[in-house]
């Protein structure tokens, strides 16, 4: 009987672990998107950043306003990615028996996470501001 139970129940325990190593991979996917995404949008906006150190700011007053602008960009991109998920969820669980949709600890550490990633890699692609040489940016455009 031991043995014909473990047989039932291995599918759905298969099936459970191999969403869960989907969704970590599709974690891992948006991580290292929104890190690359936000490290090109900083990168992209180096004469800006010499144009605004020449007339006058901080590099640590640059780097907050950055970061606060990366940060308002992800939490409109997180607010659809969570929008998607539920309503995902909710398809899901109508089509699979015994299926539960995520409950609200794993999205808000699922947002927690992915915002982390955007800020430390908005902090990580301005940190060489301080040594940016200003008058060489101004003159490469």
């Known amino acids: 009987m031991e043995q014909r139970l473990d047989e039932v129940l291995a599918r759905p325990q298969f099936y459970g672990n191999a969403i869960l190593c989907f969704a970590a991979f ?11 995404v936000v490290s090109y949008a900083v990168a992209q906006r180096l004469h ?25 960009t992800i939490s409109v991109g997180v607010m659809g990615g969570v929008s998607g998920g539920i309503l995902t969820g909710r398809f899901l669980e109508s089509l699979v028996d015994g299926a539960k949709p995520a409950n609200t ?37």
């Open 26 to 36: 599709a974690l891992l996917l948006a991580v290292i998107g929104t890190y690359g």
């Open 105 to 141: 600890m794993t999205y808000a550490a699922s947002v927690l996470f992915i915002a982390m990633t955007a800020a430390s890699g908005i902090w990580v692609a301005t940190r060489p501001i301080a040594r940016l040489d200003i008058m060489e940016i101004l003159r490469t455009e």
């Open 48 to 72: 800006e950043m010499g144009v605004r150190l020449a007339l006058g700011t901080t590099p640590a007053r640059l780097r907050v306003q950055l970061l606060r602008q990366g940060l308002l």
